[in-house]
Each structure stands twice: as C-alpha cells, then as structure tokens.
DNA sequence: CGTACGTTTGACTCTGTTCAATTGCCGTGG
DNA sequence: CCACGGCAATTGAACAGAGTCAAACGTACG
C-alpha cells in the first residue's frame, strides 16, 4: 500500500492540486477533510455542454476542478451577456443563492470537469468551520470586487484598453495556476471575447491586428504570446 | 470620526421601519433583539460627505437607514466609475469583506443616516442564527445579481435603453419603499447617472429630453414624472 | 440676491458598428 | 492521405451613435 498511487474517494479537496485556489483556502487538514466529505461528487461537461441553465432551481454551487467555462445572461429579446470565464478552482453559481435559482447560463468551453457543493450542507458546516464561513464571505465579496472592475472597463474604457485589461487578467490567472503568464492559449471565441468586453468580434480581431503590428504581442487564431508586457501595461497604466 | 454622531437606543432594529428591506429580513423578533443589540450605532452623513473611502481598513457595513449614497471606483489616471447608487435598507460595503479593506468610496448625495453593523460581529451571530446567515448570504449573491444586469446594460445597450432601464430600477426601488413609481426627484446629476450608464453628461440630458419629446416622461431638472409607463417599458420590452 | 454649478442644445468629430468579401483552420469522411 | 465543408477570423469601406467642444440658459445654495 505504501507505494501506491491513492484514488482520492473519501475525502477529495486533501488531495486536490488546488487546494490554495478554491474553496479550502486557510482550512486546517482537519477542516478539509471536513469540507472534502461534503464534495463528494464530480462531474464531467463535455466542451459545448450546459453545466446548469437559467430558471433552474438552485441546489449546489460548482467548482471548476479541470477545463475552462463561460457564464452569461439572456434579455428578453435574445441578446445575450457574458457575465465571465472561469477556470479552475473559480466558483460558479453564487448569482443562485439570492433567488434559489441559476440567474445564467453556464457553458464548458472545453471538457471539463466540476466538483458539486452542496449549498445548504455547506452552509450547515460553515457554521462549525468559522475559517470556512470567513473564506466563503470573501469569496463571494471578491466576486462582487470583480464585477465592479468588469464595470470601470465597460463604462469607461476604450475598445483596446477592454481587450489589454482582459489579456492582463487572463495573464494573471494562468500565472497564478503555475502557466505561462505570457504564453496562453484563449478557449473562447472573438466574438465571446467581444460580448464580454461590450464590443463587436470585429472590434476584438482589429484591437489584436493593431497589438500585433506594434509587435507586443503575437496572435495565432487562438494562441496568444504577449512579447513585451510593460509596453502592454503601459497602455493602461497599470 | 469628528463629524460622527453616535446614539444609542435599545434594539434599533426592532422599532426600525426598514425592516422588511433591511438584514433582519425573515428574523423572528428574538431574533431581530439579538440583532439589533449589534446594531447600535448610527451615524450622520451630510451631504457631500465620505461614509468611507478606498483603502481605509474594513470593520463595518454599513445599512442605509435615511438618505442616498453613491458608490464609485477610481483608476490610476484619475478616471471613475460609478459602481452603485444605494437607498434606505441597502447595505454598502459588501466589496470590503473580500481585502479587509473598502474598495470604494462612498458619497452622500444627500443628508443621510447609516447603521453600521460591525461584520466580525455579524459573522459571528449568524452562526447562531442560521436564518440571517443565509439572508445575508442571499443579500451578498443578489448584488452579484444586480452587477450582472448592470453588465448587460453597459456591455449592450444603446444610449436611451440604459437610461430606461435606470429609471424603471429607481421607479420599481421607490415603489418599494412607499414611495411614487411614477413621480420622484432624482438626487445625483446628470454627471453621476451618466458614468454609472457608461455615456457622457449630455448623452444623458438628450435621451431624457427625447423621452419628453414623446410625453412619456417629464423632466423638470431633478424631478421626474413617468406619464406612459407602458410606453416607457415597451421601449425596453420588459 | 448673486454667483457658481448643473443642464440643455447645437455643430462637428471620431470610435466602433455594420455589411460584405476573403482567408484560414480543423474535423470528417471518402 | 487529401478533399471538402463549415465555422472562425481578418480586413476593408461606408455609416451611425455617442463623444467633444462650445455657448447659453436655469436654479438653487450660500
């Protein structure tokens, strides 16, 4: 038994590779296990499958163990918002709580896999687990942190500052799972990109050409390498 | 702070007229006792004056409990983004649980009163009171909720559509409150309303003059009378 | 009661959209 | 393996909506 590779069933957060990302974060081993008896359920989505839609009722939150998703919102009249991208260990479905419905969409832009949390177990062991209760409260306040950034670059930005301040934000987050923070491969569509940031994907395709022809960066289709990152930072003063 | 005034009173929340609005939403009156023996602080904010500012160390949201605030970010460069106008029983300073620290300031645009309810205190109460732990988490997800819609307005719709959409939100939070849907004084400028919607000041004054020019609504500087709300909610089909 | 600020309106400019044509890429099936 | 078809991306040209600049007016606040 010593020297076998351990198949995580009973508590899977102590083993997760993203234990400092997702929901654990400043839990002792024992808390975890804890939290790790709770998430006992994955699921696999399929690139192009739904891992809830909207007026569902609400149950569990997701958090994304493997693979990258899109969440967005429909009007009436079919015109549809991208509210975010989130790969892993990002939580989704906070928008459900307030109403015990999925207020959005939720689609894999590439196979994935989630981790099923019960939200009112979680609540209950939160309620024990005060670290666990402070991280959820924080979670959920950097979501609201996020959005409002989300905000700054709609109200106030010009088309190429949206599409930097997007790259750099990717750029972050890869950096932060242990990837190239330069080197990236984008799972979304320009036109994704484009309803994201409040353009049209033709506005998207030129903002990359212009960033290309200054030799910032390189664009192929979908991969992206970012040659200078302070030229591109200084271009929002960050 | 010196321009603070504290009170003292016994159980505000109790006696407090904002209580279907406010946290102790769904709390029976033990329940509500326990609550407001937290809640004891209020304080006065006139007009023009900061309840908090970027940066400063987060120990308390605060509860509209008289009076409109305006929230706002800044960039680097000076830029500004409005992040949310706040009335009577909405809480400010949700975004500050995330950092420990206010990611905003906060403005009175008119002479106001907050309650400030300390959050550690309010974490550590609802561990007992299992029904305002998950109000206030339903208070945390709907502001998820309502950034969201925020974000379709400015990702896109076009000039007159988002000033529609604010009046319909500020009619419908009147309405709530007791007030008129259809007759009410907005308190921010055309400045204010015009970067929470993404446009220019004069963008602004000229969709609400076009509105007056089809008698759908009057505009008497501040004061804003719906004459056609149909007409006016046709013209966003809600 | 006067002044400073907020608002309205007009004329012009510019950024991003729309429409359209072309190219490039990738998976499927022959 | 290559050819095909369909989707995604690029690029250009014309257009429209909102921004900018400027002037005049109204009001409410001290």
Chains 1, 2 share one sequence.
Do not use: W
């Amino acid at each position: 038994m010593s020297n076998t590779i351990s198949i995580n069933i009973k508590s899977s957060c102590a083993s997760c590779g993203l234990r400092d990302l997702c929901l654990p974060v400043g839990l002792n081993s024992n808390e975890i296990e804890i939290l790790g008896n709770l998430v006992n359920h994955k699921r696999a989505v399929k690139r192009g499958k739904y891992l809830h839609r909207t007026g569902t009722s609400f149950q569990s939150l997701y958090a994304v163990r493997r693979g990258f998703f899109k969440t967005f919102i429909l009007e009436k009249d079919g015109r549809q918002q991208v509210t975010g991208f989130h790969m892993t260990g990002e939580l989704i479905g906070l928008d459900a709580i307030s109403a015990e419905i999925y207020t959005c969409d939720a689609v894999a832009l590439e196979d994935s896999e989630v981790c099923e949390v019960p939200f009112s177990k979680l609540e209950e062991i939160s309620r024990v687990i005060p670290s666990l209760m402070k991280h959820f409260h924080k979670i959920m306040s950097g979501e609201i942190v996020k959005d409002h950034e989300v905000m700054m670059l709609l109200g106030s930005m010009k088309a190429e500052e949206r599409l930097i301040t997007f790259l750099l934000n990717l750029s972050g987050r890869f950096s932060k799972r242990g990837y190239s923070s330069v080197d990236f491969v984008l799972r979304m569509t320009r036109e994704e990109i484009g309803n994201y940031l409040g353009l049209k994907l033709e506005t998207v395709s030129r903002a990359f050409s212009k960033l290309q022809e200054e030799s910032i960066i390189s664009v192929n289709n979908k991969h992206i390498h970012i040659h200078d990152m302070d030229r591109l930072k200084n271009k929002v003063d960050v």
